[in-house]
């Protein structure tokens, strides 16, 4: 490549970001230096900020600037409800998408044994004490449906019944405006096992 080793390694940093490759990083650092400094340096700046200042909100564990996120320290949340997700995503998804107004509590993954990821790195025993405050009436498990986020859903109904609160579950199974023979089948399978009464 070019004999800068500054830009290898801004090539090569880019790379850490999701999706991108080699080619990619190239094509943005050459993008960033050819046509875009003064945004890159505002970037780079806001990026040193983002990682020094943003940590985990105390009692539900998403993104914060604050000990508690603005989710967590609003008094307009319904507190007997918590929504447990995977991810930050999940919960800006549940929150763009629908008219939600409970509490959330973000696990950073699901269980994966083979990753490294148990109990402990979700935040279970902060969780467990949550329920067991006696606020919570109602555990919505919102993991992903695959078979760690299965396994994930099963021990949290599990932790919430041992604290005396009501798991659900989020509905799966085919997708509103979607057709029957474009459904793969374990979804179709999830979906008529899980039929229910029309009224």
């Known amino acids: 490549m070019s004999g800068s080793p500054l830009l290898a390694d801004l090539i090569e940093a880019l790379r850490c970001l999701p999706g991108v490759g080699g080619k990619s990083a190239q094509r943005m650092a050459f993008h960033l230096l050819e046509r875009e400094r003064e945004r890159g340096l505002k970037l780079a700046a806001v990026m040193e900020q983002a990682m020094r200042r943003i940590g985990r909100c105390e009692r539900c564990r998403n993104f914060s600037e604050e000990p508690l996120c603005s989710l967590c320290s609003s008094s307009s949340r319904d507190r007997q409800v918590l929504c447990v997700v995977e991810s930050p ?74 604290g005396g609160v009501r798991p659900t579950r989020l509905a799966h199974g085919v997708p509103l405006g979607g057709e029957l023979e474009y459904v793969d089948r374990s979804t179709l399978a999830h979906a008529f096992g899980g039929r229910q009464l029309l009224d």
């Open 89 to 162: 995503t999940d919960l800006a998804a549940i929150e763009q998408a629908t008219g939600y107004r409970g509490q959330y509590f973000v696990l950073m993954g699901r269980l994966s044994p083979l990753d490294g990821l148990g109990p402990e790195e979700l935040g279970l025993a902060q969780l467990t004490q949550r329920l067991g405050e006696g606020e919570i009436e109602e555990l919505i498990i919102a993991t992903n449906p695959t078979v760690e986020g299965e396994a994930t859903a099963h021990y949290l109904a599990q932790l919430a019944r041992a």
